[in-house]
């Protein structure tokens, strides 16, 4: 049975839950929020979130006092049955002027008082066209449908869309194309990486003499930073003159360098040689830490019973290590479903995974709406990743 935690136990706990929640769930809670407004930066009419109309007032106020300035002039230059119209045009722009002048710059409206100040715009822009055939050379006619454009602008309707942004996904083709990049890129690369790094760990686990400097060179490729290595094998894969790009083509494995950064195959073939390159010695390190952990007594007794390298491969080895290759598999699946500088710098961001096309839509066209439902939907993917892994595959495994 299990004891609860006392209030003094909880103290030295609450300083990481509290560093756990300002840097891990609001970032998240803060992208949520995102997703259910149409929020984008370059647009004036939606670079905030507005759950209600909002005005700009001091400038409508401005507007409505230039119209106020060309009505009173203009009404003595047009027909008895046209200045009623022209007076009471002038006495609302002059009341709306008065309402709003001397304020808050910004004002929250109502709803209904969102959609008068849009009638009346409305309404002017129709009386002025209406003028327009009649008395052309009207100020107000001149000037007025600028003054109503910018009017106009000044109103901002609610942006806020609820789950409507979700709904765009399933019709999305490019983000399609972005998951079965994603999907395709993580399982090629972690497959090849848990080979390699198993062979690499064996090896890094004998007892022979230098084993140590076969370590240390082993794990270089893992300690430059990813766009440093990213920026090596560019070079390598460079057209002209890449050391690998020319080796590929007179093995016949491509028709030409310039195949493998100009085209969907090359790029992705090109980001998953980086990337095992790369990251294979961080496979390696883990299993190595497993195998470190297995009693030496049982190897040598299958030795004295004469099981070979293959039975005791198979009977002994990869059933200790299981745990050791879940939790590697986990951080390297859940890390290169989440690549983003490797293919960035490398590529310039071909083949377009999810990272790359919701860095293109947030920052790109500044739709960080749209974009932070990309992200939400990767981290719902991660998510059940990680349950994948952890409840399906080796949840036991793990906990010994």
């Known amino acids: 049975m299990q004891r609860r935690m006392t209030w003094k136990e909880f103290l030295f706990v609450l300083p990481l839950l509290l560093l756990v929640m300002v840097f891990s769930l609001f970032p998240i809670a803060s992208s949520f929020v995102y997703t259910l407004f149409d929020y984008q930066t370059n647009n004036q009419a939606k670079n905030s979130l507005y759950t209600g109309a909002t005005l700009n007032a001091a400038l409508y106020a401005e507007d409505c006092d230039y119209f106020v300035h060309y009505l009173k002039r203009d009404a003595q230059a047009v027909g008895d049955a046209d200045k009623p119209a022209l007076t009471a045009l002038s006495e609302t722009m002059a009341a709306q002027s008065a309402l709003y002048s001397g304020g808050e710059r910004t004002v929250a409206l109502p709803a209904a008082t969102g959609e008068a100040i849009q009638s009346l715009l409305s309404d002017t822009r129709a009386l002025l066209t209406r003028l327009a055939d009649t008395y052309p050379d009207l100020r107000i006619v001149t000037h007025g449908p600028q003054l109503l454009d910018e009017m106009e602008t000044c109103l901002v309707s609610s942006n806020f869309v609820g789950l409507e942004n979700y709904g765009r996904l399933g019709g999305d083709a490019r983000f399609g194309q972005a998951v079965g990049n994603t999907f395709v890129f993580t399982a090629i690369s972690v497959a090849i990486e848990l080979v390699l790094g198993m062979a690499l760990a064996l090896i890094m686990d004998k007892a022979i003499r230098g084993i140590g400097m076969v370590r240390t060179t082993a ?40 195949l493998l950064l100009t085209t969907a195959g090359g790029t992705m073939f090109s980001a998953i040689l980086a990337d095992v390159w790369k990251t294979t010695p961080y496979m390696a390190l883990l299993l190595l830490a497993g195998l470190q952990v297995i009693d030496r007594g049982l190897y040598e007794s299958s030795a004295i019973d004469g099981a070979g390298a293959v039975r005791t491969f198979t009977s002994i080895t990869l059933p200790l290590l299981k745990p050791s290759m879940l939790v590697a598999l986990l951080f390297r699946t859940l890390d290169a479903f989440r690549v983003y500088d490797l293919i960035a710098v490398l590529t310039k961001g071909t083949p377009e995974t999810l990272s790359i096309y919701a860095y293109k839509m947030m920052i790109g066209q500044s739709n960080y709406g749209y974009g932070s439902v990309i992200v939400v939907a990767m981290f719902l993917m991660v998510a059940a990743i990680a349950f994948v892994y952890v409840k399906v595959l080796g949840a036991e495994l793990i906990r010994e």
């Not at 893992?222 to 080796?247: E, F, K, N, R």
């Open 219 to 258: 794990l270089i490729p893992w300690a430059i930073p990813t766009a440093v290595s990213a920026l090596i094998w560019c070079y390598l894969y460079d057209g002209t003159s890449g050391v690998v790009a020319m080796v590929f083509h007179r093995l016949g494995l491509i028709a030409s360098p310039e």
